[in-house]
């Protein structure tokens, strides 16, 4: 059973920035952070692939950065520049599958994921 744990959410105030890590217990080929706040669908924030190549949704483009440490199995989104609309419960998510192409893999292809860090943005 693989197992995600994530760490580093937390509250802060407009412009702020905070970073995410989600620890595995194995390998994975795509890794991404979704995002879920109350009323809404949940929102791929970014993804990775174990080559490096990264996607972002167009809301984060420009203050979010995806990263992965392959060595320690470790994914991290460093958040810069957060808004009030980025006020949401975030999880880490990963795939042992190998694909292609991580940035078409949706919430569904996700095998594993990890409980959520709540992450709130104040005015």
């Known amino acids: 059973q693989v197992q995600l744990v994530e760490s580093g959410g937390g509250s802060v105030q407009a412009g702020g920035s905070l970073r995410l890590s989600c620890v595995t217990s194995?390998?994975?080929?795509?890794m991404a952070w979704f995002r879920q706040a109350p009323g809404k669908e949940r929102e791929k924030v970014a993804s990775?692939?174990?080559?490096?190549?990264?996607t972002y949704a167009d809301s984060v483009k420009g203050r979010f950065t995806i990263s992965r440490d392959n060595a320690k199995n470790t994914l991290y989104l460093e958040m810069n520049s957060l808004k009030p609309e980025d006020t949401a419960m975030y999880y880490c998510?990963?795939?042992?599958?190998?694909?292609?192409?991580?940035?078409?893999?949706?919430?569904?292809?996700?095998?594993?994921w990890g409980q959520g860090t709540q992450v709130t943005v104040s005015s």
């Open positions: 990775i692939h174990s080559n490096g190549v990264t």
């Open positions: 194995g390998y994975a080929y795509c």
């Open positions: 998510a990963s795939e042992v599958i190998w694909y292609t192409s991580c940035s078409t893999l949706v919430a569904r292809g996700f095998s594993y």
